[in-house]
């Protein structure tokens, strides 16, 4: 996010709260979840942190004032049924709720009509539930798209109504791809497939019949034999292994022959690309050249990563979901990157890799700012049209 130096007000709008009837209110992005389950919602102000949301970088023209708004239709806690919440957002009308909201908010808040400028963010969430629930490409899905499209139309009619057309810039990207369902692909003849690696409530004998191969790799490696409430994997999803600390120590195993017998584990199994231990990744032995291993060494935090990352083959799933996403494979990884606003040139395609790392960049230079503190991304002079 841009840094703001002290600005009016910094809003996070959980937009279950309108659909629920309650009176919207703040929510603090990072903290231990929605409190607005039964007890009464929040008075709007800025959230707990936003106050630390100044960096030490200072601005080459400095801010002060301006709005921070993120609206988003993401699922959060709505009234006390989970699954109304659900399905209120895999549904076309979660985006035009958004989209009345922003409309709204840029007349409450009078966004970019002050004397500083304001970022108003935007997550169109229904499209991934969408997605998930009926695969990237189903007509529910084309259906959803198509009437958030609608609901942008509706947001630029009202930005030019409001600022002009010249008054504000808009970018438009997504945090991920998608795959299509294993089971309609290996209709049409793909090597497709779903991994099995659901928990099994701790019992070896219920598990997914891929989690329990591994498991039993791993006796077989490192010359142990756990009984069937017993076992090595104490989380298995999301592209990693995290290894059970409490078993390795029981049995004299030490983390790193446990996440390498993990490791080689894996790799034998089915639908699976490549694994590395974090180890590996962390200390970077891996090919310079290994795309793969490169995406997963960016996905890596030391402390909260698993033992083992993985990479799924393509077309492969770990997931019980219809579709889903969060593999290196390209169809999963590239996202749309569209720009408008003052000074972009019209209908130009950028023919070379660009990344969503270079939204914050590119627009801190068209505000002639200074770009966040530890930002990763470039500018993209194609975009803002001067050097
Ligand atoms: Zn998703």
Not at 263 to 289: D, H, V, Y
């Amino acid at each position: 996010m841009m840094h703001v130096r002290s600005q009016r007000s910094a809003l996070w709008w959980a937009l279950a709260l309108v659909v629920a009837g309650c009176v919207p209110g703040t929510r603090d992005e990072n903290g231990p979840g929605p409190p607005f389950g039964g007890g009464p919602p929040k008075r709007l102000g800025p959230g707990p942190m936003f106050g630390a949301a100044t960096t030490s970088v200072k601005p080459a023209r400095p801010i002060t004032g301006g709005t921070l708004l993120a609206l988003s239709d993401e699922r959060t806690a709505i009234a006390a049924d989970p699954d109304r919440d659900r399905i209120f957002v895999a549904d076309y009308l979660a985006s035009q709720v958004l989209a009345d909201l922003a409309l709204e908010l840029i007349d409450r808040h009078a966004l970019g009509r002050g004397p500083a400028p304001d970022l108003l963010a935007i997550s169109f969430s229904s499209t991934d539930y969408v997605g998930h629930e009926y695969g990237p490409d189903s007509h529910e899905l084309l259906d959803t798209y198509a009437r958030a499209d609608r609901e942008l139309a509706r947001l630029l009619a009202k930005l030019d109504a409001a600022v002009g057309a010249e008054g504000y810039a808009l970018v438009i990207c997504a945090d991920h791809g998608a795959g299509e369902a294993p089971e309609k692909l290996i209709s049409l003849g793909y090597d497709a497939g779903r991994l099995e690696t659901g928990g099994g409530g701790g019992h070896r004998s219920k598990m997914g019949r891929d989690r329990r191969a591994i498991e039993q790799a791993m006796d077989e490696a490192l010359g142990k034999k756990l009984g069937d409430d017993e076992r090595w994997i104490a989380h298995f999803g999301d592209g990693e292994i995290h290894l059970d600390r409490a078993r390795l120590k029981a049995q004299g195993v030490e983390l790193r022959a446990a996440a390498e017998a993990a490791c080689a584990a894996l790799t034998k199994q089915r639908g699976i690309a490549a694994a590395f231990t974090k180890t590996q990744l962390l200390e970077g032995r891996f090919a310079p050249n290994d795309r793969v291993a490169r995406a997963l060494r960016l996905s890596t935090h030391p402390l909260r990563s698993g033992d083992v990352a993985f990479a799924l083959k393509p077309f492969w799933l770990a997931s019980r979901l219809t579709a889903s996403h969060g593999t290196p494979n390209l169809y999963d990884q590239r996202v749309p990157l569209l720009w408008m606003g003052p000074g972009v040139p019209r209908g130009r395609v950028v023919d070379e890799a660009v990344t969503p790392a270079d939204v914050a960049p590119t627009l801190a230079a068209m505000l002639r700012v200074e770009p966040p503190a530890g930002c990763e991304g470039r500018v993209l002079t194609q975009v803002i049209g001067r050097p």
